[in-house]
């Protein structure tokens, strides 16, 4: 989602992923030139009624093995993932999943990386209900407060973010000695999805999404996000600007 490290070169790992150069037509392997095939993926989406990706139904998760199923199920949830999607591939997976599944809900997503990263993504955040943040909003500032938080290194957890009040957080900071990591330049993503899925957080406001830059959305606007250097002891965690 919103990670992207660099872990040296790409290891080549049997992943049980889809093999999607095969023709032959079944639950276990996807081909991209199969109608059949894109017909059934179609299908099982439509059938669980749900872009929760805990409520998909069981032959939709027969499409893949166990694991690479738990791994896009807890998706950017945990950070030790974050490696595993990068070195693995399973970025490219997910890319092409994306390219096989209904069109649905137009909705407003956002990406947040480091300053000037435009790479491909496939986790994000949005309004529960989907509609756009305008560049003035809070909300939108106050979604670039929580990456912040993951990018310091004190949780391991997206969910945890949304438990710890800024006091509690800060004190956290300060006393783990991370406001190092408290990086304070970002480039922030809007993208419109018409292919997509979420995880839950324990947020009124917001979900995870799990989309693809590259298939089925569209960049919409692109804004620079600068928080004030960050001060240890002082207590605060402050609002960025947006420009």
Same mark, same amino acid.
């Given at each position: 989602m919103f990670i992207d490290m660099v872990f040296g070169a790409r290891k080549k790992v049997v992943f049980n992923l889809p093999d999607w150069t095969l023709t032959k037509i079944s639950l276990t392997t996807l081909d991209p030139n199969s109608?059949?095939?894109?017909?059934?993926?179609?299908?099982?989406?439509? #059938?669980?009624k749900s872009n929760n990706l805990n409520d998909l139904p069981k032959e939709y998760r027969r499409l893949y093995s166990r694991e690479? %199923?738990?791994l896009l199920i807890t998706g950017s949830i945990k950070s030790k993932n974050w490696a595993r999607i990068k070195t693995e591939g399973f970025d490219t997976e997910l890319h092409k999943l994306f390219s096989h599944i209904p069109d649905q809900k137009i909705i407003f997503c956002y990406l947040f &990386? &480091?300053?000037g990263d435009m790479s491909p993504k496939n986790f994000s955040l949005a309004r529960?209900?989907?509609?756009? @943040?305008?560049? $003035? $909003? #809070? $909300?939108?500032?106050?979604?670039?407060? %929580? @990456?912040?938080r993951m990018y310091t290194d004190l949780y391991t957890d997206l969910k945890e973010l949304y438990t710890d009040s800024d006091k509690d957080f800060v004190e956290k900071l300060d006393k783990?000695? +991370?406001? +190092?990591?408290?990086?304070? #330049?970002? &480039?922030?993503?809007?993208?419109?999805?018409l292919k997509w899925f979420y995880n839950e957080?324990? !947020?009124d406001?917001?979900? $995870?999404? @799990?989309? !693809?830059s590259k298939n089925g959305s569209v960049l919409n606007s692109r804004y620079e996000c600068k928080f004030p250097n960050y001060k240890p002891q002082s207590g605060e965690w402050p609002m960025p600007s947006m420009r």
């Open positions: 109608v059949d095939n894109i017909n059934q993926v179609k299908l099982l989406n439509t #059938e669980s690479t %199923y738990d &990386t &480091t300053k529960i209900d989907g509609a756009q @943040i305008q560049q $003035e $909003e #809070e $909300e939108l500032k106050e979604l670039a407060k %929580y @990456i912040r783990a000695s +991370k406001g +190092k990591n408290a990086f304070c #330049e970002w &480039t922030v993503r809007e993208y419109k999805s957080l324990p !947020s406001d917001f979900r $995870e999404v @799990i989309f !693809s």
